[in-house]
């Protein structure tokens, strides 16, 4: 099932259940020619779960995970930020709809985010259907306490 949406208030309505979605960095994908940034996450099956709120209580034995993509569409100027590497785990903390809407900003754990000047709110938000295996756990490192023992090293 995917969702069009072309306003703030809609987007923000469907980025909601997708919070504290895991990915890896190399899920967030911004393509210049296009100018275009997907990313995709896995998020536990509310389906599973009985339905209500965002399914992160699931019952037991019912440990099911989807994916979901995010497509935003329109971009004039992108700046990513990511603290770990690549082959880490992120987690989707929020996302935010500035100036009038044109600008779009994704925040990720540990601190890190994906912030963007958009020509309009064009966005879409798919649940790709396939189940997958549970995510590993992110590592979530302070940069501040690894550059410190890497010094000490």
């Known amino acids: 099932m995917a969702q069009h949406v072309t306003d703030r208030d809609s987007l923000l309505k469907a980025l909601a259940p997708l919070r ?20 995709s996450l896995t998020c536990p099956d509310t389906a599973a779960a009985g339905g209500g709120g965002r399914g992160f209580f699931l019952r037991p034995g019912k440990n099911s995970y989807r994916r979901h993509a995010i ?19 992120y987690v989707l903390d929020r996302a935010e709809v500035g100036r009038g809407g ?19 709110i064009d966005v879409r938000v798919e649940d790709v259907g396939r189940a997958t295996a549970p995510p590993r756990k992110p590592g979530v490192v302070n940069p501040l306490l690894a550059s410190e023992k890497a010094r000490r090293r």
């Open 20 to 39: 504290d979605g895991l990915f890896l960095g190399t899920d967030l994908v911004y393509d210049e020619a296009s100018r275009t940034m997907t990313l």
């Open 71 to 89: 497509q935003v569409r329109h971009i004039v100027s992108y700046k990513q930020y990511l603290v770990a590497s690549l082959e880490e785990v």
């Open 102 to 120: 044109q600008e779009l900003a994704f925040y990720f754990r540990p601190g890190d985010r994906a912030v963007m000047d958009v020509d309009q």
